[in-house]
C-alpha cells in the first residue's frame, strides 16, 4: 500500500514551457486535491476533484489545469509556466468530503526560471 | 485574508517541557478543526482534530483546546521530543457552506532541543 504518491520528485522549468505532475492514490479514495506550499502562506487549495470525471477551482486555480480520468490518478497541468508558480506542490486525498483526514503526497518542488 | 492564522512562525522548547502551538481564526461557521505535522521532504500528517461542540479533545502527549468565544485554539505537546521537531499546520473547515475544504494556516516550526 504505497498511499499517495507524486512524480516527479524536483523539476525545474523555463519560464513558458509547459508540464504535468502526476498524483495517485491506491487507497480508493473520492477526493483527491492539490495544493501549492509558499512560505508564510501555508497550504493552498488549486484544484480539488470530488470522484472521477470530475474537477473543482480551488483558492488559487489560475495558470493550472487538472484532469480525473481515472479514480486514482490526478493530473495538475501547468499551460505556460512563470516565476510565480515557483512553489511545492502537494497532492492529498480522502475518503469523502466528510473525512475530515487527508492523506498527503511527499510533494513535488517545482522552480521556473 | 487570511482565515486561519498561526502568528508564531517558529518556537523553540526544551525536551521535556511543554509546547504550545497557537492557532486564531476569523470565520465564525468554522465547525472542526484539524493539526497536521510535516517533517522537512514529506508530506504533512493529521496529528488530531476538534469538532465545534468540544473545548478539549486528548491523544496521548497530544491536547488540542478550543475556545471559541475567543476563536483560538491551541496544541499542547507534554511532554516535548526531539522527534516533535517539525512544522505544524492548523486547518479549519466549514461544514455548511464548503464541507469538501479545508484551510490551512501558515505553520509554525517547532524545534525541541535536546
Known amino acids: 500500500n504505497a498511499g499517495v504518491t507524486q512524480t516527479p520528485k524536483f523539476r525545474v522549468l523555463k519560464t513558458g514551457q509547459s508540464m504535468t505532475l502526476l498524483c495517485a492514490q491506491d487507497?480508493?479514495?473520492?477526493?483527491m486535491y492539490w495544493y501549492r506550499q509558499d512560505p508564510g502562506m501555508g497550504l493552498r487549495l488549486i484544484h480539488y476533484s470530488v470522484g472521477e470525471g470530475t474537477t473543482a477551482k480551488g483558492e488559487v486555480p489560475d495558470g493550472y489545469n487538472v484532469s480525473r480520468l481515472k479514480k486514482q490518478n490526478f493530473l495538475l497541468g501547468l499551460e505556460s509556466a512563470a516565476p510565480s508558480q515557483t512553489s511545492v506542490y502537494f497532492c492529498?486525498?480522502?475518503?469523502?468530503?466528510?473525512?475530515?483526514?487527508?492523506?498527503f503526497g511527499p510533494g513535488t518542488r517545482l522552480t521556473v526560471t | 485574508d487570511q482565515q486561519v492564522k498561526q502568528n508564531s512562525p517558529s518556537l523553540s522548547v526544551q525536551e521535556g517541557r511543554i509546547s504550545i502551538l497557537n492557532c486564531d481564526y476569523t470565520?465564525?461557521?468554522?465547525?472542526?478543526f484539524l493539526w497536521y505535522k510535516k517533517y522537512p521532504a514529506e508530506g504533512p500528517t493529521f496529528l488530531i482534530s476538534i469538532s465545534s461542540i468540544k473545548d478539549k479533545n486528548e491523544d496521548g502527549r497530544f491536547t488540542v483546546f478550543l475556545n471559541k468565544s475567543a476563536k483560538h485554539l491551541s496544541l499542547h505537546i507534554v511532554p516535548s521530543q526531539p522527534g516533535d521537531s517539525a512544522v505544524y499546520f492548523c486547518a479549519a473547515r466549514d461544514i455548511i457552506t464548503s464541507y469538501d475544504k479545508v484551510i490551512f494556516g501558515p505553520g509554525t516550526s517547532l524545534s525541541v532541543i535536546p
Open positions: 487507497m480508493n479514495h473520492e477526493y
Open positions: 470565520n465564525s461557521m468554522f465547525d472542526y
Open positions: 492529498a486525498s480522502s475518503y469523502s468530503g466528510d473525512s475530515y483526514e487527508q492523506y
